[in-house]
């Protein structure tokens, strides 16, 4: 824990009831790999992209194949976890991408969430790699692309396979559900 308000999870077993606990964090991959989910006290309110006319093909500065995925979980629906942003460096693989949509299925399943919501705005994330990872169009709009990932219980595998402990053991009732 690096201070009262942020906390680094790593240990999925110690750190479950602080992942269903706390309502924002960050998911961040590398190589392939899960480095850590950082929860915050805050949520991902707005990005650089939003605020200045960047462009699809922007990636952030920092190391090679790194993603970090925000997540919040809105304060009236206890029950859905919005995935709000994902940051990207360049030359970040497919794997790294995967690894942090992965892990937010994780952490769903420990939350004891019942759905993902998202609005896609990037125009490179097609509708067909959204449907290859189990998300559907959801309030169809003219100005946005919103998809849901339900899940009413049943998880994917990659997301047990994170976890790691059966979830009857892990998962327990979702604060402020």
């Given at each position: 824990?690096?201070?009262?308000?942020?906390?680094t999870v790593?240990?999925?077993?110690?750190d479950a009831?602080?992942l269903?606990?706390?309502?924002?964090?960050?998911?961040?991959?590398?190589?392939?790999q899960?480095?850590?989910?950082?929860?915050?006290?805050?949520?991902k309110?707005?990005s650089?992209?939003?605020?200045?006319?960047?462009?699809?093909?922007?990636?952030?500065?920092?190391?090679?194949d790194?993603?970090?995925l925000?997540?919040?979980q809105?304060?009236g629906?206890?029950n859905?976890?919005?995935l709000?942003?994902?940051?990207?460096?360049?030359?970040?693989?497919y794997a790294?991408?995967?690894?942090a949509?992965?892990?937010?299925d994780?952490?769903a399943a420990?939350?004891?969430?019942?759905?993902?919501?998202?609005?896609?705005q990037?125009?490179r994330?097609s509708d067909?790699?959204l449907?290859?990872?189990?998300?559907?169009?959801?309030?169809a709009?003219?100005?946005?692309?919103?998809?849901?990932?339900?899940?009413?219980?049943e998880?994917?595998?990659?997301?047990?396979?994170i976890?790691?402990?059966?979830?009857?053991?892990?998962a327990?009732p979702?604060?402020g559900?």
């Amino acid at each position: 824990m690096t201070g009262r308000w942020l906390q680094t999870v790593t240990d999925w077993t110690a750190d479950a009831d602080a992942l269903r606990r706390r309502r924002y964090g960050v998911i961040e991959t590398s190589a392939g790999q899960l480095a850590a989910v950082h929860l915050r006290p805050w949520p991902k309110l707005l990005s650089l992209r939003e605020l200045w006319p960047v462009g699809d093909d922007y990636h952030v500065r920092g190391p090679a194949d790194r993603c970090r995925l925000y997540y919040n979980q809105p304060l009236g629906h206890g029950n859905f976890l919005a995935l709000k942003y994902i940051e990207t460096t360049a030359g970040t693989s497919y794997a790294t991408f995967l690894a942090a949509v992965e892990t937010l299925d994780a952490v769903a399943a420990i939350k004891g969430s019942d759905a993902l919501v998202c609005d896609v705005q990037n125009r490179r994330i097609s509708d067909r790699l959204l449907a290859r990872l189990g998300w559907e169009p959801h309030a169809a709009s003219r100005w946005h692309r919103n998809f849901i990932k339900r899940f009413y219980g049943e998880y994917p595998a990659a997301a047990l396979r994170i976890v790691g402990n059966s979830l009857r053991e892990l998962a327990g009732p979702c604060p402020g559900a």
